[in-house]
């Protein structure tokens, strides 16, 4: 005869995890999740106030684990539970896991939104997950009160309370928040409410109970600076902006703030304050728009190429401007928001991406964590155009990155018509090869030149120039149109054909558009274009011979040139190494997903650091054939070159050069007086 | 047949330490030392630059260890042996370590000064010794050049270099010394020389090789600042000063200023920055005095009561105002400097010692590292007078504190004549008990006032007031002298002996000075005094009592007015329990001792750190008994009251007492109407 078994505590199975225990009846789901580590958030710490810790009961028999699970076998709806924040009421089945407590065998799942690490989808700025671990996590808690009998500061009677109901041990608490949890402690209410920082370090501080801790990721480009704001928990990004960065008065491109912060006796600072400023102001403004306080941000992530990056930490960029391009630090930098002068939470922390090499940035390294080409099979070149091209070939995992001299031509400086991409400026181009007749699009209007109603809808906005888009497709189109040759040498002759074509000095220029001011494109816009897109070239060649790679298999085009031009037109130009046309695509801005994706996952964060650090740093300008891929760059491709993507398209071009006579050989070029 | 031993590595032997090992020749004596972790300093990392590393081969036979040591045992001198800074050469049988080699059995004594750590004695401010343990180390070292084609950050070949020459691993930096390194490692040398703090992080760059890193320790006072700059690594006081706490114009007492800040908005704001500016002042005139640069100073020690600790620190002192008097923090508080405002090394790092209750500060705490009652046997009463007179006592092995409600009257604030102690003021006074004429000193005079050429030798400074010493030698003189009795009451009857004393309202005053001002010993003023004392001595009895100890073994008195009273004033009066009179002495500005110990020495922070958490709060508001023995200890002792000590003393009052009358019985004050 067997006695009774005696009866064994409940068997609680958490899903998706699968981790699961045994537990005495009434013990509180949450207890039973932290005991056996599973991912469930919380802040309110069980007081029924903040509703993350919410689960949901699994009703049937579960065979695997030998049991029936059913909604009375947790403790019946709690008070809190019926007043959850925000929500109107629990679902069916739904319960708060701090107030829910076991009484028989339960299956209990935890949704998504009550994981603190969780993969979100966050559309408003770009098309790719994004994962969500916290660097910054809230906790309320009550600490004691003071008592004259047992005198112990405001500090320690918090670290006290964190200790015992968030087994948070260690902590350090920035001095900065001495005052801020005076008078948290003093406002009416018994509950405060602290962030802690990566486990370790208290870093904000609210009276009472507080369920939102926000963020800031900011892009400092060198012309605007792109800011999002975002809920730290949830990942929500609440906000948007962008500003100029004033540095422009500085110097339009990065070396002309280079040459002013060395020329100028606090020039670094002047430039220093400035983007600072426009920072904390842009800073300011996502609040407002967010409906929330800049108090309430206790953590930023702050991406910028190198110049960008030394300027924002008030470093000198001086050492940049010159070989070696000596970075202050490749290291990520982590620093008291204060030290940067923004007026956000006293306690708040910025963090800012490590810089790869003296040219390739912060920024690029974003750019870097948003594309994460590891996980894809095969070869895949980055490319992010700016006043440099910066470059990152990633195969057989490695990762070769190079900063391309491209020059700023590519942002429609240095172009006699240039002008950067603003209201105004011509963006597309398409030539008539038959009649030599261009039409464009403008930026600021949907319709073609040549469109009814193009004025009109046109409106004040006006024809001001053309941007780096727009001087590409004018320069391809020139090619296509039998304008220009091979070695871009613009055929006087063709002036009898059209009075598009005009003398230029020496040599002649394509009138793309007559008015005030005329936009022409001179033999010297041409030059510069092929200059440019021969340095991209053959930087992309250099990373694959360094690699060892003949082809590659897809190609990223971020930043906001990359993400407007047309990827045919590039390949067309030979901008960018042969690849299927249909795996060259727009990374869009790649650098800001980046700084987004580092603000809301600390594992973003360590992962991008190595990556970093075993990215094999080239510097082309002492790669050996260097030069020389530089100089048989500046043709324009033909058929004849080991292009076979291009063959259909520059066949298309030959088809069209009927009226324009026939290519001359390129050696010739040489001989050309331009 | 034995064959021969194989010949073995040489021994060498370090003293004072007696740690020994064998050595390969050539090792040099600096690599030997740190392989056995002997206590041998450098900061030119083997350069030759420093000297820090001097030995001396001691030369002899050593049966102890089997050994002759001699001095061509060791590599003959090299160059930079004969070049050591600021010595003039090496004197006979010195060394510099990182030079000298082993060539056979070495004896090498590591003088004092040669240690890292070390006990020095600092005569210029007190007499005890200190240790000297710092918290900041210097370490020069080179990093490799930026190398284009294995592009590193200034900051990563930095930590390579510390890493590779001094075996500092995992070294983190202040990013705002990002700027200093960069600018450094372009300075036109090599070399740079780095502050590390607790061998952790680096909070100190300048270019070449430096040999010199400065502290600061300052006691903020409620109404002076007291600072010494030290030279960390050898713990001498280059320069000390003292200047007026600039608060004092929102409020002369602790009290006016919390409410200042109380009822002020931004009042705490205006008195933190006041008090910042006047320490930063102080650091850059101490700089100058000793020829050195703010820039210089990496480290900083605070100390002050809680009200100064907390204004200093940016932190509301409102709640210290009113029970139960809690402070924001009671652990030690280190932050950048800069996040004080102090002009010093960007890098540098302030340390605030704990404060240890609401009434009881960071000061104290100060003291009581200097004190270190701990380290004599039987009963120490530590008492520092101020506003509030804070009392520690200390006896088998606890330690407890309390603050006593004294009032301002012995800093001279709330008697009709009283003042600060400063020139002028009157601070010893004797009553002539036959005649009842005074005479006394005054601050800014030797002379007394019935000494030949007073008047002349004290000159413009003038007769202005009488402060906190002067008026309890006055109150002790009128008791001494009959004119008032032990409650403390005027006789009126002897303004028919005196023309000193005089009807003064509805009762009398003495007159201590004819002049302008003129200067009078009110009833009220000895009421005044009464309490205070009565308020002291209650304290210090309820600490004995507590602690289950009838008599204290030892006083000390510290701060400005411990450091001026005479003891046996102080016993006559009451102010503190029996004690043997020669048991009863000065500590002079113990809390500024405190503070430059603290600043010198890591080891001294982590004691007084634990000793802080050990003491036991008394808030003697809260003592049942507190009342009863403070409205008891208002009489004045006389002979008959448990203060054997004191019989000699009253007797001898007593004897002078012929022609003032019996003393009255103390019940009998109640009746009077003063």
Redesign the interface.
């Known amino acids: 005869m067997r006695g009774a078994e005696p009866a064994r505590d409940p068997l609680v199975v958490f899903t998706p995890s699968g981790r699961r225990g045994r537990f005495a009846r009434g013990t509180p789901l949450l207890a039973a999740a932290r005991q056996l580590g599973v991912d469930l958030d919380s802040v309110c710490g069980g007081r029924g106030l903040c509703g993350r810790c919410e689960v949901r009961v699994v009703e049937g028999v579960f065979p695997k684990y030998a049991i029936r699970s059913q909604a009375d076998h947790a403790s019946p709806p709690s008070p809190p539970e019926e007043r959850v924040p925000g929500r109107g009421g629990l679902e069916n089945g739904h319960r708060l896991s701090c107030h829910a407590r076991v009484e028989g065998d339960l299956v209990i799942d935890v949704p998504p939104g009550s994981q603190v690490h969780r993969q979100v989808v966050r559309k408003p700025y770009q098309s790719c997950d994004i994962s969500v671990s916290p660097v910054v996590h809230l906790h309320t808690v009550e600490p004691e009160a003071?008592?004259?009998?047992?005198?112990?500061?405001?500090?320690?009677r918090l670290l006290d309370a964190l200790a015992r109901e968030w087994q948070l041990e260690g902590l350090t608490?920035d001095?900065?928040l001495?005052?801020r949890?005076?008078?948290a402690l003093?406002a009416g209410e018994r509950a405060v409410t602290v962030a802690v920082r990566a486990g370790r370090e208290i870093v904000g501080v609210w009276p009472g109970f507080r369920d939102r801790a926000l963020g800031v990721a900011v892009d400092v480009g060198s012309t605007t600076l792109a800011a999002h704001l975002c809920e730290l928990a949830s990942g929500a990004v609440l906000a948007s902006a962008g500003a100029m960065n004033p540095q422009i008065r500085f110097g339009e491109d990065l070396m002309s703030r280079v040459s002013y912060a060395a020329l100028h006796d606090g020039g670094a600072e002047e430039m220093t304050r400035a983007v600072r400023e426009a920072v904390d102001a842009l800073v300011a403004r996502l609040a407002l728009d967010a409906g929330a306080s800049p108090d309430d941000v206790v953590e930023l992530c702050l991406v910028g190429n190198p110049i960008m990056h030394h300027l924002l930490?008030?470093?000198?960029p001086a050492?940049l401007g010159q070989?070696?391009?000596?970075?202050?630090?490749?290291?990520s930098?982590?620093?008291p928001a204060r030290?940067l002068e923004l007026a956000v939470h006293p306690g708040a922390r910025a963090y800012v991406l490590p810089?790869i090499?003296?040219h390739v940035g912060a920024d690029t390294a974003a750019v870097l964590l948003a594309e994460a080409p590891w996980e894809h099979e095969g070869t895949t070149l980055l490319v992010d155009v700016g006043t440099n091209a910066e470059l990152v070939l990633s195969a057989r995992g490695r990762l070769l990155a190079a900063s391309s001299p491209t020059g700023p031509a590519f942002e429609g400086a240095q172009i006699s018509c240039g002008q950067r991409a603003a209201p105004g400026a011509v963006e597309r181009v398409r030539i008539d090869p038959d009649t030599l007749e261009p039409r464009f699009q403008v930026i600021g209007c949907e319709l073609w030149s040549d469109d009814p109603g193009f004025a009109a809808q046109l409106g004040s906005v006006g024809i001001r120039g053309v941007c780096g888009t727009g001087i590409v497709e004018a320069v391809a189109e020139l090619f296509l149109a039998g304008l220009i040759d091979r070695n871009g040498r613009m055929d006087g002759a063709l002036a009898a054909r059209s009075p598009r074509v005009v003398p230029d000095g020496r040599t002649h220029a394509y009138v793309l558009h007559r008015g005030d001011p005329e936009l022409r494109i001179t033999q010297g816009d041409v030059r510069a274009i092929q200059l440019a897109k021969a340095a991209l070239y053959a930087g992309a060649r250099l990373l694959m011979n360094r690699l060892g790679v003949a082809r590659v298999d897809r190609i990223r085009l971020a930043g906001a040139f990359g993400s407007q031009i047309d990827p045919g037109y590039a390949m067309l130009l030979g901008m960018i190494p042969d690849c299927h046309l249909g795996s060259v695509s727009c990374a869009g801005n790649a650098a800001g997903t980046g700084a987004v994706m580092a603000l809301l996952d600390a594992d973003a964060r360590a992962e991008i650091e190595a990556r970093v650090r075993s990215v094999e740093?080239i510097?082309l300008?002492?790669e050996t054939g260097f030069q020389d891929c530089f100089v048989r760059a500046m043709a324009l491709p033909h058929a004849s070159d080991p292009f076979p993507e291009l063959s259909k398209r520059v066949a298309l071009a030959r088809s069209r050069e009927r009226t324009a006579g026939p290519v001359r050989h390129r050696r010739r070029g040489r001989k050309a007086r331009d």
């Not at 003071?146 to 320690?156: K, N, Q, Y």
């Not at 930490?313 to 000198?316: H, M, P, R, V």
């Open positions: 003071a008592r004259p009998e047992a005198p112990r500061g405001d500090l320690e608490c001095p900065q001495l005052t949890l005076q008078a003093r930490l008030g470093i000198s050492p070989a070696p391009f000596p970075l202050a630090t490749d290291r930098v982590t620093l030290d810089c090499a003296g740093k510097e300008a002492l």
